[in-house]
């Protein structure tokens, strides 16, 4: 699971907004395919009982995952964009957790119109 979650790239699409558009995209092609998701479900269901496997799960893909927004943060530095992302952490897990449940859980899709809503609330005033 943490080489299929280390494909994952940072993009620079022109702002943060565009960028994190860009990530999320990403991340729901890899949550869509079929052997992601039989592994990623069974890997939880196995991490709920198992606090070493839970540490490592933390350890091997979400905290390596984690750059994806630091690096998004550094890039719109960079380019003299304002970032209104305070706390990187919270905003990973926000999305993380909302992305995950909405293709694993809920089986809904993340289509563009549900992207564009999510990010309203993520980065708001980002459009444009």
């Not at 540490?55 to 550094?74: C, F, P, T």
């Given at each position: 699971m943490a080489q299929l979650f280390d494909t994952l790239r940072p993009v620079d699409a022109g702002s943060v907004r565009a960028d994190a558009a860009a990530t999320i995209k990403d991340l729901v092609a890899l949550l869509s395919r079929p052997e992601t998701q039989t592994s990623f479900l069974a890997l939880a269901a196995h991490a709920a009982r198992d606090p070493g496997l839970r540490?490592?799960?933390?350890?091997?893909?979400?905290?390596?995952?984690?750059?994806?927004?630091?690096?998004?943060?550094?890039r719109a530095a960079a380019r003299g964009e304002a970032s209104q992302i305070t706390d990187p952490d919270l905003f990973f897990d926000v999305i993380a957790g909302t992305i995950v449940h909405r293709v694993l859980i809920a089986g809904e899709p993340v289509d563009d119109g549900y992207l564009d809503r999510f990010l309203d609330l993520l980065i708001p005033g980002g459009r444009g």
């Open positions: 540490a490592a799960v933390r350890e091997k893909i979400v905290d390596r995952q984690r750059h994806l927004v630091h690096s998004g943060i550094a």
